[in-house]
């Protein structure tokens, strides 16, 4: 099965486990799918992720972080999609919820948060936001 936008994919699989208050969730593996995955474990949002080898593209298993009993993720959007890319330079990064959430961007130096690629100082594809 193809999938036009794999992120929107990894998103939508998180938040739909954690509305059904899953422990971990799977989804297909990709370069960008572990880095995102991995600035959601070093910012606290998920507990951790693996990726395991089926031979083909590798699947992630995400264990899903609660604190008694609801999820630490309140919210996850998609911002820049296949239809309409959102860019923004270093000085104009948006910030959620006035800092108290993430924005996932990938800049030339790599899948960041906000708050890294403002300490770089790089702009690029804002790809979600993370509350």
């Not at 486990?17 to 474990?41: D, F, T, W, Y």
């Not at 030339?108 to 790089?122: L, P």
């Amino acid at each position: 099965m193809q999938i036009t936008d794999p992120i929107a994919d990894l998103l939508t699989r998180i938040r739909n486990a954690q509305s059904a208050r899953h422990g971990s969730v799977e989804v297909p593996a990709s370069n960008m799918k572990k880095n995102i995955c991995q600035i959601l474990v070093d910012e606290g949002y998920v507990r951790s992720f693996n990726v395991t080898e089926d031979g083909k593209q590798g699947i992630i298993r995400i264990t899903l972080r609660y604190v008694e009993g609801e999820p630490v993720i309140k919210g996850l959007k998609r911002v820049s999609k296949p239809g309409l890319r959102i860019y923004s330079n270093a000085e104009e990064l948006p910030k959620v919820m006035k800092g108290l959430g993430i924005a996932v961007v990938s800049t030339s130096k790599g899948i960041m948060t906000d708050r890294a690629a403002r300490k770089e100082n790089v702009g690029g594809e804002v790809l979600a936001f993370v509350w």
